[in-house]
C-alpha cells in the first residue's frame, strides 16, 4: 500500500504544531468576539469619576430615599411604642411554639450569661462578680408587671450597663426573646393546683426546693457572721467591685441615679410627692430595697443588693457619708 506523501507530512507536522501550543500564555484570548461583558464601562469602588465635581463616582443617595425593604413605619414592630410613644402592652407577633422556641434559642446565645437560664439574674458573669451591676430577675413583681415593648426596648436600646443587642438580634428575634422570657415567668410562677394536673413528681421538687433554700439560708448565716471591718475605703472597693459607679456619681453629676456627693444627710423628694431624710437607715433601704423609696426625678430600675454582707452594706454606707460634708 503506497502512502501518500502529503498524508505522511500531516502526520508528522500536526503533532508537532499541537505540542508547540501546549503550555502557552497569552495576554488576551484568541478569539473573543463578545467584549462588552469583561470590558463594562463602570467605575470600582473609590475610584475618580470627573464628570461630578466632587470626582466621586460613588454618590450618597438621594436625600430622603429609604432602601427598598428597610422601610420601618410599624413603630410598635419595629421600636416597640406607640404613637404616642408609650410602650406596647403585648407582642405584635403571632405567638407559635416555633416562635418561642426561636426565643429560647436567641435568649440562651445572649441573654444567659446574666440572667441565668431560667431568668433569676444568677448568670455566670453575676456569679462570678465581674463588677457589673447585678442583672435584675424578671421574676420580681416590677419586670412582671412591665409591658412587652419595655423588655423590647432593653434588648434593642440597653439600659444601665446593659449594651444594645440591635446589631447581634433581628427584630423578629427581639420579639422571640420577650415571648420566652413572659413563658420564664409564667414557668416559675405555676401555682401548685396548675402543677398537679400535670406528670410531675412534685414531691422531688419541693424536696429540691427546700434544698436550695437551706443553701441559700446558710450562706445569708454565713455572711451574717462576716466581721470585716467596717471603713469608708473597703465601701469605696465593694461599690466598684459591685458597679455602682455605673449609675451614681461621686462629684455630683447626674447618671442613672442620684449623685452620691453630699447625699448623706440631704432632704430628698419622693416620686410620690413625699420627703425624707438621707440618713443611714434610708441608705440601707435603698441598697437592699430601692423600689421602696424612689427619688422623683430617677427611674426605678435599680436592682436589689441584698445578696451584700452586713458589714459590706455598712462599709458601703461609710463611703457615701464620707462624701457628704454633713456626715458626722
Known amino acids: 500500500m503506497k502512502v501518500s506523501k502529503y498524508l505522511l507530512l500531516a502526520v508528522i507536522v500536526l503533532p508537532l504544531a499541537l505540542a508547540g501550543c501546549r503550555g502557552e500564555k497569552f495576554d488576551s484570548q484568541p478569539v473573543h468576539p463578545n467584549m462588552n461583558m469583561d470590558q463594562q464601562e463602570r467605575f470600582e469602588p473609590q475610584e475618580k469619576n470627573e464628570f461630578f465635581a466632587d470626582n466621586r463616582a460613588m454618590r450618597k443617595p438621594v436625600d430622603g430615599t429609604i432602601a427598598r425593604g428597610d422601610l420601618k413605619e410599624d413603630k410598635a414592630y419595629y421600636q416597640g411604642i406607640n404613637e404616642d410613644s408609650s410602650f406596647v402592652e403585648?407582642?405584635?407577633?403571632?405567638?407559635?411554639?416555633?416562635?418561642?422556641?426561636?426565643?429560647?434559642?436567641?435568649?440562651?446565645i445572649y441573654c444567659t450569661p446574666c440572667h441565668g437560664n431560667t431568668g433569676d439574674g444568677n448568670g455566670i458573669v453575676m456569679a462570678n462578680n465581674y463588677g457589673y451591676v447585678p442583672a435584675p430577675s424578671f421574676h420580681i413583681e416590677r419586670l412582671q408587671n412591665q409591658s412587652d415593648g419595655y423588655i423590647y426596648s432593653a434588648i434593642a436600646n440597653g439600659i444601665r450597663n446593659m449594651p444594645s443587642y440591635a446589631t447581634q438580634?433581628?427584630?423578629?428575634?427581639?420579639w422571640a426573646i420577650v415571648a420566652y422570657v413572659r413563658a420564664?415567668?409564667?414557668s416559675q410562677n405555676v401555682s401548685e393546683d396548675e402543677i398537679q394536673q400535670y406528670d410531675v413528681d412534685l414531691t422531688a421538687l419541693q424536696e429540691d426546693y427546700q434544698e436550695k433554700l437551706a443553701a441559700e439560708q446558710a450562706k445569708k448565716e454565713a455572711e451574717a457572721d462576716d466581721d470585716g471591718e467596717v471603713t469608708a475605703s473597703r465601701g469605696q472597693t465593694v461599690a466598684q467591685n459591685n458597679g455602682?459607679?455605673?449609675?451614681?456619681?461621686?462629684?455630683?453629676?447626674?447618671l442613672v441615679g442620684p449623685t452620691w456627693q453630699n447625699l448623706y444627710g440631704s432632704?430628698?423628694?419622693?416620686?410620690?410627692?413625699?420627703?425624707?431624710?438621707?440618713?443611714?437607715?434610708?441608705?440601707?433601704?435603698?441598697?437592699?430595697?430601692?423600689?421602696?423609696?424612689?427619688?422623683?426625678?430617677?427611674?426605678?430600675?435599680m436592682v436589689p443588693y441584698d445578696y451584700l454582707s452586713d458589714s459590706e452594706i455598712n462599709s458601703l454606707v461609710a463611703y457615701i457619708k464620707s462624701l457628704s460634708e454633713n456626715a458626722e
Not at 455602682?244 to 447626674?254: L, N, W, Y
Open 267 to 301: 432632704e430628698r423628694t419622693l416620686d410620690d410627692g413625699s420627703t425624707v431624710t438621707a440618713d443611714e437607715d434610708y441608705l440601707r433601704e435603698s441598697i437592699v430595697d430601692p423600689s421602696a423609696k424612689v427619688v422623683e426625678g430617677f427611674p426605678p430600675s
Open 244 to 254: 455602682c459607679m455605673t449609675c451614681h456619681s461621686t462629684d455630683g453629676s447626674k
Open 90 to 108: 403585648e407582642i405584635p407577633v403571632d405567638l407559635t411554639k416555633s416562635f418561642i422556641y426561636r426565643g429560647k434559642d436567641q435568649y440562651e
Open 184 to 186: 420564664l415567668q409564667k
Open 169 to 174: 438580634i433581628s427584630v423578629k428575634d427581639r
